[in-house]
């Protein structure tokens, strides 16, 4: 049996499942989300370390000899710094951080986009590692003096678990200081962030065995036999994986709180436009990446922050019941956005109210602005001369049948859902086969492993008026992005 462990934002998964994929049993853990500061987001490491522990005392219990492998996936971008005592220096800044504001204008304007890009193949974002490191370096020179050894939130519980400081291919293209095509760290970064690359982990492929759990640990868990650990990833390629987007064009969209469009690419391509993300996979091979900061989360806003209505099955049937209104506009952009516009600064924004618009109108308004500017970041990547044929959704989201068909209708083509959904988790279980040699690649592992569920098809009438309403959509952003 397998573990994948998926360390996401609100909290841990972990799940237990077979060579075949059959899932035996799943656990999740929460821990706090820290706001020091508006747009500041923090975690406290241990307590990430102290849940997923407790998580596998409780998973693996009843099947301790049983266990063959462990690996994970983790939520991207977050800096983890620790002292030469392996201790804590400060908590982690995370993914959705927004504080680096300055940081990523120097490294897009003093260093340069071009120069970046040609470094790691992408440009400065807020959310990414490296400027976290600079500001920390500008804003906390008495931590960043004592840095020993920084890390991405997976990689502080592989270390906990294993002793070893290793990392992988896909996570730490999403560092900016690793050079994405060649796989290796851009030396050049390095020197402009002022680190060494001995405080930076070894880096592995996504499915490399990197060692094995402690003794200490193996002992706590009532484990006889020792257990292989196997890196993992960053949280959207192993996603992918757990979907089973691993063949050249295939296309994932991910409706958690953060909005992802994923293709999986054989060779390693760049967004000179600076929109899109180009990183590693965790199959060994690239992928293309939109990320929109707010997908099923402006939902969550919408409906539990504005009308503490937690009911979704309710919302969505009376989405069905509501007519496709083209005036009525909802800009998702509650936390800045990434792709496709890349600003920190900008905000939702309700367009187009009139006095006969009901809540109803304004709901299905919601799902369309964020499946619209979804719809944004796929054609960038069609623009790129990549061919789509169809489309795997995944996350919350995917559990409504009525977002899914919308997604189709908007984007024009067919959307499949899956019949696992448990996404990065059971991604992080197939990699832990792949490096047991359970199956030679994961590749063969997804094929054997990943079935669909459903299909759903555009409907000509309503991709019609969408088609009008997206091009509106789009004119909307660049007319009012100045008094953000």
């Not at 678990?161 to 050079?179: K, N, P, R």
């Not at 994961?442 to 997206?470: G, H, M, Q, R, S």
Request: net charge negative; with cysteine; hydrophobic share 40%.
């Amino acid at each position: 049996m397998f573990i994948g462990i998926d360390l996401g934002t609100s909290g841990v998964k972990l799940l237990l499942v077979t060579k075949d994929g059959e899932v035996i049993n799943s656990i999740s853990k929460s821990y706090d989300l820290l706001i020091p500061k508006p747009s500041w987001t923090e975690q406290n490491p241990n307590d990430w370390y102290i849940q997923t522990l407790e998580g596998l005392k409780e998973i693996v219990k009843g099947h301790e000899k049983q266990i063959q492998g462990i690996s994970f996936s983790g939520q991207m971008h977050g800096l983890v710094v620790l002292d030469e005592n392996d201790e804590v220096l400060r908590n982690a800044l995370l993914w959705n951080d927004q504080r680096t504001i300055k940081e990523v204008e120097y490294l897009n304007q003093e260093i340069g986009i071009d120069r970046l890009l040609e470094l790691t193949g992408n440009i400065a974002l807020t959310g990414l590692t490296a400027p976290k490191i600079l500001w920390i370096k500008n804003n906390e020179p008495e931590i960043f003096e004592k840095i020993s050894k920084m890390m991405l939130p997976k990689d502080y519980i592989a270390y906990k678990l294993t002793g070893v400081f290793a990392s992988d291919v896909s996570d730490t293209s999403g560092t900016l200081y690793f050079d994405v095509k060649n796989k290796c760290y851009s030396q050049e970064m390095l020197s402009i962030l002022g680190i060494k690359e001995k405080q930076l982990p070894s880096v592995y492929e996504s499915y490399e065995v990197i060692g094995t759990l402690k003794d200490k640990i193996q002992k706590t868990l009532g484990i006889p036999n020792p257990v292989h650990v196997i890196i993992g990833g960053g949280d959207q390629a192993v996603g992918a994986v757990g979907v089973g987007i691993v063949d050249s064009g295939s296309c994932s969209i991910s409706l958690g709180t953060s909005g992802v469009v994923f293709v999986a690419s054989e060779s390693f391509k760049i967004d000179h436009k600076s929109y899109l993300q180009s990183y590693a996979h965790a199959n060994g091979k690239y992928h293309l990446m939109g990320v929109m900061l707010n997908a099923a989360g402006a939902l969550k806003w919408w409906s539990e922050k504005i009308f503490q209505n937690y009911n979704y099955n309710d919302f969505f049937h009376k989405l069905i019941e509501t007519p496709i209104d083209d005036s009525v506009f909802f800009l998702p952009y509650l936390t800045g956005e990434r792709s496709p516009i890349n600003d920190p600064l900008a905000t939702g924004v309700f367009f187009g109210l009139r006095l006969e618009h009901r809540k109803e109108h304004m709901d299905r308004a919601v799902i369309e602005g964020v499946t619209f500017a979804l719809k944004e970041s796929f054609d960038l990547i069609t623009n790129l001369g990549v061919d789509i044929k169809s489309v795997r959704i995944t996350g919350g989201g995917a559990k409504s049948d009525i977002w899914a068909q919308m997604i189709a209708d908007i984007m024009n083509i067919d959307v499949i859902t899956i019949e696992i959904e448990e996404g990065p988790a059971l991604g992080a279980a197939i990699l832990a086969m792949v490096g047991a040699q359970v199956y030679a690649t994961v590749e063969d592992a997804c094929k054997n492993i990943i079935k669909t569920k459903a299909l759903f098809k555009p409907n000509a009438e309503n991709a019609d008026i969408y088609k009008i309403k997206y091009k509106k959509f789009k004119q909307i952003y660049p007319k009012i992005k100045s008094i953000f």
